[in-house]
Every structure is written in structure tokens, then in C-alpha cells.
């Protein structure tokens, strides 16, 4: 046929997503999730607002830099990655997410600097620009698994709502660890509604999981297959490790600390969600990859 053009015509021999790119949505759930949330708690707290002007640029960038560190080792030509912004082909959500990441990344360095130097007016004027960035970054990924149409459980409208999920688990998760390693400088209040937010995240996370596990059939035979690798396959230890670290442990825990003001419990839930987290969204990369497409 004139014009025709093979693309790849063969078998994929081996998962080509594998830890690095688990690490990668990891990280960047609690890169975003730490830079909104600690947003919105400068914002409601003002008097308590040092805590997280310190905190919000320092967990972005470590996590953001962990982000950027597994993408250029996962890439088979990781010398080339200039050319994404050289040759930029904006039609791909890789390399919009390069760019928002990018850009965001820019804005952690500026929080930074604002920090450093006791500039609160500096994080102010880029407040707006900083939340739509780390949006953009939390769930342009969500736009990558999306593209990859043979993978029938990976749906855009679904994977954008648990990317931002995860941040909201994975920053409320950070800032509670944080506050506990310094002594709790926290007012019970902020704390309380931290643990609030890392348990409506875990509670909404464990439903759209549950309801993969028992409607998944409805949905279609592919779909079905992937529930059964997730439940009973090679990556059912990670799926059953990270249901119950990610979502049942912290919920119990951190519904200890509020109900009891025993704060010690959501120092551990926070722990336990986030390495949980990495331990579920590792399971639902693999399992769609190890079946044929066909």
C-alpha cells in the first residue's frame, strides 16, 4: 500500500514500564501533593504559615529531583532527552509533561530562594502559576498511560482522579512525617485536618480499587485478565501489600490519632501510606504489561 509505514511488528519480549517509572509517578505524587497542599495551608493558616514556606520547596525538590533522576535513567537514549525540548512534538503528553515539569521545577527553585532569604512576597506572586503547574505535573502521566489505547484499564478520567489522589495521600503523608521528626511544631488543629485529607485520599483510593477488583468483568475481557494478574498473579504481593499500607493501615491509624489525639498513630499511618503507595501504583504498572495485547 502507498504511504503505508510499519511502525512495530513485533512482540513486546519483557515489561518495558518496570520500578523506575513506579518511582516516578512515586515521587511526584509527594513533589505536587506537598507543593498544593502546602499551598492551601498558607492560605487557611497564616500564623503557622513559616512551617510549610520551609517545607513545601525542600520535599518538592528532593522528590521532584528523585522524579527527574528515574525519567533520564529509563530512557534508552538518556544523552538525547535535550531533544524533547529542541524538537518538541507537542501532540504527545511526554512532551507536555516535560515541559510543565520543567516549569515546575523553576517554580521550586524560586519557592526556594523565597524561603532563603526571608522573601515571603516572592512565593506570593507565584502562587497561582505554582498550583496549575504542580496540577499539570500531578496528572499529565495519567495523559501518557492514557495514549497507550491497547491498555484498556489504564483511562484517562480515572488515572487523572487517582494521580490526584495519590498527591493529596502522598503530601499530607509527608508534611504529618515531617512534623513528627521535628516535634510535633504543628498546631493540633493543622494536624487533625491532615490526617483528614490523608484519610479521605486512602478511603476514595481503596473504592476505585475495589471497584476495578468487582466490575472489571463488566468492563471488558482484557480488564478481567488484569484483575486476575493484580488479585492472584505475579504482582498480587504488591497489590495486597500496597491495599493494606497504603489505605487500610493509615486509615486506621491516623482514624486513632484524630478520635484519641494520639498523634504517635498518624506519624506511622503517614509512614505506612507512603510506602504503600509506591508498592500499589508499581502493581497496577506491571500487571497490564504482562499480558498479550492480541
Do not use: C
Not at 511544631?185 to 479521605?200: P, T
Amino acid at each position: 500500500m502507498l504511504g503505508a509505514e510499519v511502525t512495530f511488528d513485533v512482540a513486546l519480549p519483557k515489561v518495558v514500564w518496570g520500578w523506575l517509572v513506579s518511582t516516578n509517578m512515586w515521587a511526584k505524587s509527594i513533589a505536587t501533593g506537598s507543593f498544593l497542599l502546602g499551598l492551601y495551608f498558607i492560605k487557611k493558616y497564616p500564623e503557622q504559615d513559616n512551617f510549610f514556606r520551609k517545607w513545601l520547596p525542600i520535599l518538592g525538590l528532593v522528590f521532584i529531583g528523585i522524579t527527574l533522576l528515574v525519567t533520564v535513567l529509563d530512557l534508552h537514549h538518556m544523552f538525547r532527552f535535550w531533544k524533547i525540548f529542541a524538537f518538541a512534538h507537542f501532540t504527545s503528553a511526554v512532551t507536555l509533561g516535560a515541559w510543565v515539569v520543567s516549569a515546575f521545577v523553576i517554580v521550586l527553585l524560586l519557592s526556594f530562594w523565597s524561603w532563603v532569604t526571608g522573601n515571603k512576597k516572592l512565593l506570593d506572586k507565584i502562587m497561582v502559576p505554582g498550583f496549575i503547574l504542580a496540577f499539570f505535573s500531578t496528572i499529565y502521566t495519567a495523559g501518557i498511560m492514557g495514549q497507550a489505547t491497547a491498555r484498556e484499564v489504564w483511562i484517562f478520567p480515572a488515572e487523572m482522579i487517582s494521580m490526584l489522589l495519590s498527591a493529596t495521600l502522598a503530601g499530607s503523608a509527608a508534611y504529618l512525617v515531617v512534623d513528627a521528626i521535628y516535634g510535633n511544631v504543628l498546631k493540633e488543629n493543622i494536624r487533625r485536618e491532615l490526617g483528614y485529607i490523608l484519610f479521605g485520599s486512602a478511603g476514595l483510593m481503596a473504592a476505585m480499587f475495589i471497584g476495578e477488583l468487582i466490575f472489571a468483568k463488566m468492563h471488558s475481557e482484557f480488564a478481567h485478565e488484569v484483575i486476575k494478574v493484580l488479585a492472584f498473579g505475579e504482582v498480587a504481593p504488591f497489590f495486597w501489600g500496597g491495599m493494606f499500607l497504603a489505605f487500610i493501615v493509615p486509615m486506621v491509624l491516623v482514624g486513632i490519632a484524630n478520635e484519641q489525639r494520639k498523634y504517635q498513630y498518624a506519624f506511622l499511618g503517614a509512614l505506612s501510606a507512603i510506602a504503600g503507595l509506591w508498592l500499589i501504583k508499581h502493581a497496577w504498572l506491571i500487571a497490564p504489561q504482562t499480558l498479550p495485547l492480541s
